[in-house]
């Protein structure tokens, strides 16, 4: 079984609409995360969740809403997209909080905006 | 603000010889530092994990190394294999994760 599963894989939409990527983790994890790797492979945190609190918010726009039904779930919901946000974003969980433990990550959702 | 940067870019090298690859990080006070590898259109896979107060991890082919005190890890990766061409990024954990930009690595068959 997939440690961290992500869907969709790949994900096409025009401009304007809203969009959604769900990230579900089966190893127990208490935090999850969210990551944004742009067209030049660089990857920058988006948000961390901890047993369901929102734990790192970086300046993200807020037509980006994270929503943790459960501590095994963090959804990313995109509101009026732009054409800068097509980029491949990540999910990834760890153990605990704390910036000290090693990231699981899924394989990506390839999301992209015309 | 802590910055992570690898150097180089991008590297080729023939099949068998050992590289190192290199990090290095603007803040000491880390948690630890962890190496991933990437392959293309997938997500990453931890490699290693470094905690602070460790000199270096080991697994198989792989040997990670890290000095606090310098702000700097390197990768090694003995007998290298075209099956080990991937981008292969470093991240330091403080009270966030930051990820260097990665070196892309080309093993030549």
């Known amino acids: 079984d997939t440690a961290v599963s992500q869907t969709p894989k790949y994900l096409v939409t025009q401009m304007g609409n809203d969009k959604s990527i769900k990230c579900e983790q089966n190893?127990?994890?208490?935090?999850m995360y969210w990551y944004k790797q742009d067209s030049k492979k660089f990857l920058k945190i988006m948000f961390s969740?901890?047993?369901?609190?929102?734990?790192i918010n970086e300046t993200v726009p807020n037509r980006f809403s994270p929503k943790s039904p459960d501590k095994a779930h963090l959804n990313l919901h995109i509101n009026s997209l732009e054409l800068g946000d097509s980029a491949v974003y990540f999910c990834a969980s760890s153990q605990v909080w704390g910036g000290n433990e090693k990231l699981f990550f899924g394989s990506g959702t390839q999301l992209s905006v015309l | 603000k802590q910055e992570v940067t690898q150097i180089p870019a991008a590297l080729s090298v023939p099949e068998g010889e050992n590289l190192v690859l290199n990090c290095s990080f603007t803040d000491s006070a880390i948690y630890n530092l962890q190496w991933f590898r990437q392959d293309p259109g997938k997500g990453l896979t931890s490699l290693l994990l470094?905690?602070?107060?460790?000199r270096e991890q080991t697994s198989g082919r792989l040997n990670a190394s890290l000095d606090k005190s310098s702000g700097r890890s390197t990768l090694y990766i003995a007998a290298s294999q075209p099956g080990d061409s991937a981008t292969y990024l470093c991240a330091v954990g403080d009270d966030k994760i930051i990820f260097g930009k990665g070196t892309r690595l080309h093993i030549l068959p």
């Open positions: 190893l127990g994890h208490d935090t």
């Open positions: 969740y901890n047993n369901k609190e929102l734990i």
């Open positions: 470094i905690q602070s107060s460790q």
